[in-house]
């Protein structure tokens, strides 16, 4: 069962803001986020427990709603490097692999 | 950079015919995955190794078989491609694997055509 991102994609100019959400329909352990440009590799930006912990990334923050079971990404004052499709991940128990959510395309214009 | 390379990169094949990826890892991290990414499904577990020779099924491992017997390979075979086997194919490593708490780093990737 693949965690629901929404949107599915958006549109921003530079300088916006925007907020990826990922929902899971079974409790989660964590939430893995990554960034792929097109063409390339998924590359990793940050991990949150369960716990309802925030975490930080440059401009890009995510939190963690445990009892939602979801999690939203952050993006604030976007830049043009920001574009591509960013994926959630989910980890429902200690030893489950990573399912990944179908992708929210960003794409930030001038 | 976490030392991973897949081969071949790029790939076209006919229906029927056997076709084997390879990933290769130079860091000796003990688990490494299988996915492969369409249009509007995301990433997708193929299978998975934790160590040599222990290996596990992912949510789409019909058609396809796996192979470790070298920390630092990871084979990926299609006995027989199908057309729906067309995809990218990505390569993942982690230090620790099914914590929960480990990144996992990707390798390029290898785009499969079966025509």
């Known amino acids: 069962q693949q965690p629901v991102q929404s949107p599915q994609a958006v549109i921003l100019r530079e300088g916006e803001d925007a907020v990826i959400n990922c929902s899971s329909s079974?409790?989660?352990?964590?939430v893995h986020w990554y960034r792929q440009k097109h063409g390339e590799a998924p590359v990793f930006l940050m991990i949150?427990?369960?716990?309802?912990e925030q975490k930080g990334h440059d401009k890009i923050s995510a939190s963690f709603n445990e009892k939602k079971q979801q999690s939203s990404l952050y993006l604030t004052a976007s830049q043009l490097s920001y574009s591509g499709t960013y994926f959630c991940?989910?980890?429902?128990?200690?030893?489950?692999?990573?399912?990944f959510g179908k992708g929210t395309r960003l794409s930030v214009i001038a | 950079d976490a030392g991973i390379t897949q081969s071949p990169r790029h790939k076209v094949t006919e229906t029927g015919t056997p076709v084997t990826l390879r990933c290769h890892q130079t860091?000796?991290?003990?688990?490494m995955y299988w996915y492969r990414q369409d249009p509007g499904h995301g990433l997708r577990l193929i299978h998975y190794?934790?160590?040599?020779?222990?290996?596990d099924k992912g949510e789409v491992s019909d058609g396809y078989s796996v192979s470790r017997s070298k920390t630092e390979d990871f084979l990926l075979t299609l006995e027989s491609a199908t057309s729906s086997q067309t995809s990218v194919y990505f390569c993942?490593?982690?230090?620790?694997?099914?914590?929960?708490?480990?990144?996992?780093?990707f390798g390029p990737g290898t785009r499969l055509l079966v025509l």
């Open positions: 949150l427990l369960k716990g309802g």
């Open positions: 190794s934790y160590g040599v020779k222990d290996t």
């Open positions: 860091e000796n991290h003990r688990y």
């Open positions: 993942a490593i982690s230090a620790q694997g099914l914590a929960g708490q480990e990144t996992q780093y």
């Open positions: 079974k409790a989660l352990y964590s």
């Open positions: 991940g989910t980890v429902w128990g200690r030893n489950t692999p990573l399912v």
